[in-house]
């Protein structure tokens, strides 16, 4: 199968390349990189620039499918009256006509990586595939056009179109919040999260691979949507102590009131992280497990060692 991977050398692009030239796949990666360092046999295509003026043509030429990965995720200290016109420009406009040139090229299957944001930030319930969307910041907005711009080439076009809604990623390289914790982990600072009782799906970039790699090997017609997630949901101590036990690491945990860690959090301008250290986010993943006959390969532990190990433990192993 020939496809094109736009995103290509970011957190999920990178792997995702190498995992598609090992299957033998003909590979078109698109990013933004000078030297992205793929095998030489996978075409590279730098789009410096993803919006609604970007000529794909070149990359999409003989292409059977598509693997959407490039977006303008979170940027903080944006003024929120600006933000949304941003996220627009490359999470919608920009998809708009990589989809519209794709269906052109006469691309069948076009698989578009968006994000549980489109649901919400959280709730007790956990949310499924049949959940009205209720994005709650430009971000979010920006992914859920995208999925109904989609859904409306499906429709006209014929369009093969996968829609993969992930909540939180983890893995080697990781960035954001995780890369913080990992950071206070390694240094042995005390975290104040010993008394929080929240529930957070996660999802390993490996498991997030294979189910890409599944949704490109099954026959699948129209428009599909999937949450995807571990199956495993931790609290966010329970989080610290898998990320320590896979450093080799202690963790050092002690009980804060929620309600200080909020104020301080807002005094901070970090509320965006206090919420997803501290409040609820699942998501049931039995649709595509039904769907697909998808379980994860890898284990919370397992993922956590693959993603967690330090330098020292690198050098020693």
Partial sequence: MKILVSGATGFVGKPLVDALWLQGHTVVASGQEDLPGFPEDVYYFRASDIDGATNWSEALSDMDAVVHLAARTHITNE???????????????GTRRLAEQAVEAGVKRFIFVSSIKVNGEGRDKPYTESDPPAPEDAYGQSKYEAEQMLGKMAETYGLEVVILRPPLLYGPCVKGNLASLKCAIEMGLPLPLGGISNKRSMLYVGSLIDVILLCLDRELLGKNLFLVGDGQDLSTPDLVRHMAKAMGKKARLFPFPQSVLKLLARLAGREGMADRLLGNLTIDPSHIRKC?????????????????????QAATS
Avoid at 81 to 93: C, F, G, Q, T, W
Avoid at 300 to 306: A, D, N, P
Wanted: hydrophobic content about 30%.
């Fill in 79 to 93: 003024r929120p009256d600006k933000a949304l016109s941003l996220y627009r420009k490359i999470n919608v406009e």
């Fill in 292 to 312: 697909l006959g998808w379980t994860p390969q890898t284990s919370i532990e397992e993922g956590m060692k693959k993603s967690f190990v330090t330098e020292d």
